[in-house]
Structures are given as structure tokens and as C-alpha cells.
């Protein structure tokens, strides 16, 4: 019986061909070792580096989208619940029958003060918070802030509704700079991966050029407010979809309402009490927050799971390492640098216009003509436009970068000028085509103001040792213009106009001025950056440049000629050879490098030149 060949080669065997296999290499004990554990005969470094390179631009692209979709979610449930709740709240009927004499307009008056005034201590704390857990870990922590204030509203009363709001508050800056600072670095990020063959040449060292970033950045941030502003759609959905089953329409609720648009005082004056018609069961009212509340923990798993890291582990070390009370003065020394002083205008206007179209656009001219149930569409209308014309943004790639800014305040003026002589009748649905229009066109300004500013910002500061402190000094001026909004709630609509037309005035002439200086070639004086101080623990560093050294201890270390980084008993070992005076015989030539910390741990001078 004839015995069958073997499936797998016995190892060591000699095969068909003697002791070499088919390519001529010698098999067996003889093998040489090289053949063995080398490289794979048909492997390219080069097609193998490009996948990777890849890989990582596809996992920026990740984070930009998981980074959008996490804030769209997160916003647009804050501000759904947030108008849902203050419609139930403002109607009398459900005051007494569900909370009786619980005292709920008091409360929600405190709880607005908390959210609007809580941001004006913001910039003592932003960079700080910041720079202590990181870019994207303050995003998850700002995110997960807004989900527990959706949380309270299970059980409304003052002692979870007032908390969560001064803590919602405290959060809004933080969250809102490092999401912009996220986003840049997203693009700076990108372009080290498209140019990662440049970065080989001229050294992991050396910086890009100025404005390499730029093109990236300008289609991250229409990336990124395009979802951002569908968010005021989204807050609109429990309300098309839930409350607006049970309001009244606008013949009862605008009975006693005469004088809407440019002639209205303060917001719905005249406004009927009682806007719902049969009050909603509290188990729909469970069900509606249940489904935000898994929205907002959608959101939160977004930022943790899928957003990456924004530096680099040592690159976050450096950060904090210039010391806390630098990170406390940096922003306040930021002051000094002019673009940030011509620009500060600009971002007071962007906290205008945004409550602007939400209170006075959408109410005083739209809820105070069309009634109550039509203001989700209104707000829809913005949103949807303000999504859409996010992509005039990449107008910035081939026109000049002053455009579309210039461009978005010149629409607002327009409208600004035209809502200043138009005074809608009350219940006419004739002209509701027309708040249609304008809220879908300030949607459209809107969206070129945010587009363009955060871009400015972006090209502007390329440092990232910087970028966190640009970013809380824009959206820290957001919150002081938000919070004067508040305060003016009450103003005739004539005064309201009048300061915003004139924001918006000065802002666009302060922004062209500091173009025109940069044109000139106007160097802006910027705050400098301490360097990173380390304390020494363990070795962390192994390159011939200790960055853990701090200034003194390297002034410390070349002052000593050739006694280097001694342990600390050496001190008067050294004192002792000084004053003995100078050994026989040559020299030392000095090192090669700075001793690193363990060799400072054995107390050894580290190798010598030869």
C-alpha cells in the first residue's frame, strides 16, 4: 500500500530539491536567520505608510462629525426642554393645578439668572478647567453638565431646578471654547497627516507654515455649524410633535394683544395667561423627558467614544506645566494684542443677533402675530437656513477671508433696517410668508458671522499654546452680550433695533480697521508663552533636551562648569573643589548632553565627550 504524502513539511526535513526550497534559499537547520524573521519579501514601506497616514486623516474626520453631532444633540435637547418648560410654566391653570402654591415663576426667574449670569465669571475659570482635564474631556464633562440639568426637570422644584441651572451656567463657556478649540486642532491635525512627507523633511521640530491649516479649518467649521445649527430644529420637535396638541390658538392666546414688530414693549405684552387648552398627562410628560434625557446621553457617549484626543499625551503635560497662575493671567494679558481688541465688537454682535432671532424676531414679531403655534416653524425656518448657507463659508477658499464676515453683517443690516419700520397686525396670517423669509435670511447671516469668526480665530492663532484662551475670550464676550439681552428684556423694540444696529456698525468698522493694520504690516503684540516647568519624577524624557529641567535648574546646571547634575548632597563637594582651585591636568570638554533625571537620581554626571 503505497503511504501518502505528507500535508505540512516535516521541520528540518529535506525537501524534493535537496535542502533548498523553491527560490534557492537553504532550508532547514541551515536557514539563515535573516530569511526567517526578516521582513515580508513583498512588503512596501512607502504604500504602507500612506494606509496609515490614511487611517489617521479618516479618524480627524471621525472626530470632527462625532464632535458636530455631539453638540447638535446636546443643544438642541437643552434649548427644546428649555422652551417646553417655560411655555408649561408661563400658563396659570397648570401652575395651580400641578404645583399650587409652590411659587414656579420665582423659580424659573432664578433659574434664568443662573444660566445667564453664572458666564460672567467665566473667564477666571475657563482656561483653567481647560487646561486641568483637557479639551476633550471638558467637552464630555460640559455635555454631561447639560444632560443633568435635563435630568432635574423629572421632579421640578427649587432645590434641583436652581442648582442645575447655575451649574448649566458654569458650563456654557467651557464647553463652547474647547469645542472651538477642538475643532481646530482637528485641522491642524489633518494637515500634519496630508503633509506628514513635508513634516519627515523639515523635521518633527519645525513649524508649518503660517496659514497651512487654513483650507482644512475653513471646511471643519462649516462641517461643524452646519450641524450646529440644526439644533434649533431639533429643539423644535416636542413641540410640533407633543405641546403644540394642547395650545389654544392664536384667536384666544392674542386677544388682547395690539401692537407687534417695531411698536411692541417688552416681550408679548398682552399675552394671554392661558395658552393650553387641556393640560398634558404627566406620564406623556415622563415619556417626552425620558426621550430627551436618552438624547442627552447619546450625545455624552458620542463625545467619550468616538472624539479622540486633541494633543498629544506630552503635549497636554506641556500645556499645564506653565504654571496655574499663568493659565490664570494669560487671558487678561491677551488684551494687548490689537486684533483681539478690534474683534471684541464683533463677538458682543454675535451674542446679539443669536437671541435676537430666538426672543425678538421669533416672538415679538412672529409669535405676536401668527400665534404661539407657529413658533416652531419659525425657528425651523431659521435653523434650516442657517444649516444650509454654513457652506458659504468655503467661500473663504478663494475669496479673501473678509467677505463672508463682511458679507453676513451686510445681510443683517438689511434686515435690521427693514424690521425697524414694519410693525405686523396681530392674528393676520397675510404676511406670514414674510417672517418666514426673514427668519430663514438671518438664519443666513447668522451662519456667515459664526462661520467666519471662528475661521478668523483660527488663522489668526495658529498656536496651539494659545487657542483655549481665544476661544473663552470669544464666547466669554458671547456670554456678556447674552446676558444683556436678558437684562434689556423689557426695552420697546425701537431700543432694541437701535443697539443692535449700531453693535453691528461699529463691529464691522473696528474689523475692517484691523484688517487694514495687518495690511500695513502692524506686528500685534501677543502675550509670550512661560515655558514648561516639570517636576522631576522618574524619567519620562530620553532625547538629549531635558524639557523636564526647569530655567533655573539649567542655569544652575551650565553655571557649575564641569560638575553637571550632581544629586543634592553634592553641594559642598563642589564648594570644596572650588575653593581647592583648579585640578592638574587637562580639561573636561564639557557634555554631550544634560543629564537626565535618572542619571541625576544616581548622582552621576552623565557620558563625557571623548
Known amino acids: 500500500m503505497q503511504e501518502e504524502p505528507l500535508m505540512y513539511p516535516v521541520a528540518g526535513a529535506a525537501g524534493p530539491q535537496g535542502n533548498e526550497d523553491r527560490l534557492g534559499v537553504p532550508d532547514g ?46 443643544y438642541g435637547v437643552y434649548l427644546g426642554l428649555l422652551q ?21 415663576p420665582d423659580i424659573d426667574n432664578k433659574m434664568l439668572i443662573g444660566i445667564n449670569v453664572m458666564p460672567i465669571a467665566a473667564l477666571l475659570y475657563t482656561p483653567v478647567l481647560i487646561r486641568f482635564f483637557g479639551t476633550k474631556w471638558m467637552m464630555f464633562l460640559g455635555v454631561g453638565i447639560y444632560a443633568l440639568f435635563v435630568s432635574t426637570n423629572y421632579w421640578e422644584r427649587y432645590y434641583t431646578l436652581v442648582p442645575s441651572a447655575v451649574a448649566l451656567g458654569m458650563a456654557i463657556v467651557p464647553l463652547w471654547a474647547s469645542m472651538g478649540n477642538y475643532i481646530t486642532r482637528m485641522a491642524q491635525k489633518y494637515y500634519e497627516y496630508s503633509h506628514y512627507k513635508e513634516r519627515e523633511e523639515q523635521g518633527p521640530q519645525q513649524r508649518p507654515p503660517r496659514g497651512s491649516h487654513a483650507p482644512y479649518l475653513l471646511v471643519f467649521q462649516a462641517i461643524f455649524y452646519s450641524f450646529f445649527h440644526l439644533s434649533f430644529a431639533c429643539a423644535q ?50 415619556v417626552v423627558e425620558s426621550v430627551l434625557m436618552a438624547v442627552a446621553f ?46 471684541v465688537p464683533f463677538f458682543i454682535y454675535s451674542g446679539f443677533e443669536v437671541l435676537f432671532a430666538c426672543t425678538g424676531l421669533a416672538l415679538c414679531y412672529g409669535v405676536c402675530s401668527v400665534g404661539l403655534e ?13 444649516s444650509a448657507s454654513s457652506v458659504l463659508g468655503l467661500l473663504g477658499l478663494w475669496l479673501p477671508r473678509s467677505v463672508p464676515l463682511v458679507s453676513g453683517a451686510g445681510l443683517h443690516l438689511l434686515l435690521t433696517l427693514s424690521l425697524f419700520f414694519w410693525a405686523p397686525k396681530p392674528r393676520v396670517l397675510q404676511h406670514m410668508w414674510i417672517l418666514y423669509v426673514a427668519a430663514a435670511l438671518w438664519g443666513v447671516g447668522s451662519a456667515l458671522n459664526k462661520t467666519g469668526l471662528s475661521t478668523l480665530l483660527g488663522i489668526l492663532y495658529e498656536d496651539k499654546e494659545r487657542q483655549d484662551f481665544i476661544f473663552t475670550i470669544y464666547h466669554w464676550w458671547q456670554a456678556v452680550a447674552i446676558f444683556a439681552v436678558y437684562l434689556g428684556s423689557s426695552l420697546p423694540m425701537k431700543a432694541k433695533l437701535s443697539v443692535l444696529l449700531l453693535t453691528l456698525l461699529v463691529a464691522a468698522v473696528s474689523y475692517l480697521w484691523m484688517e487694514q493694520k495687518l495690511q500695513r504690516g502692524v506686528v ?15 524619567y519620562r524624557y530620553l532625547e538629549e533636551d531635558n524639557s523636564d529641567e526647569s530655567d533655573a535648574e539649567g542655569e544652575r546646571v551650565g553655571g557649575g562648569g564641569g ?35 535618572y542619571e541625576q537620581a544616581q548622582g552621576g554626571d552623565g557620558p563625557e565627550e571623548q
Open 524 to 538: 500685534p503684540r501677543q502675550p509670550r508663552i512661560p515655558r514648561p516647568q516639570h517636576k522631576v519624577r522618574g
Open 298 to 343: 447619546l450625545a455624552m457617549l458620542l463625545v467619550l467614544g468616538l472624539c479622540g484626543a486633541a494633543y498629544r499625551p506630552t503635549e497636554e503635560i506641556d500645556l499645564r506645566s506653565v504654571g496655574w497662575g499663568n493659565i490664570f493671567q494669560l487671558p487678561f494679558k491677551h488684551v494687548r494684542d490689537f486684533r483681539l481688541r478690534h474683534l
Open 374 to 386: 407657529r413658533l416652531p416653524y419659525l425657528l425651523v425656518a431659521y435653523s434650516l437656513g442657517a
Open 237 to 286: 420637535l416636542p413641540m410640533i410633535y407633543f405641546l403644540n396638541h394642547y395650545l389654544y390658538d392664536l384667536n384666544h392666546t392674542l386677544y388682547n394683544v395690539h401692537s407687534c414688530g417695531t411698536n411692541s414693549q417688552g416681550i408679548l405684552n398682552g399675552f394671554n395667561k392661558t395658552v393650553l387648552r387641556t393640560l398634558p398627562r404627566s406620564r406623556n410628560l415622563i
Open 563 to 597: 560638575g553637571g547634575g550632581g544629586g543634592r548632597g553634592d553641594g559642598a563637594e563642589e564648594d570644596a573643589e572650588l575653593l581647592a582651585g583648579p585640578r592638574p591636568g587637562p580639561e573636561p570638554a564639557g557634555f554631550c548632553r544634560r543629564p537626565c533625571p
Open 29 to 74: 537547520p541551515e536557514a539563515p536567520l535573516d530569511e526567517l524573521v526578516g521582513a515580508y519579501p513583498n512588503y512596501n514601506e512607502e504604500e504602507e505608510e500612506r494606509r496609515y497616514y490614511r487611517r489617521k486623516r479618516l479618524g480627524v474626520l471621525k472626530n470632527v462629525l462625532a464632535a458636530s453631532a455631539g453638540g447638535t444633540l446636546t
Open 84 to 104: 417646553m418648560q417655560l411655555i408649561l410654566h408661563y400658563d396659570e391653570t397648570y401652575r395651580e393645578v400641578k404645583y399650587g402654591n409652590m411659587g414656579l
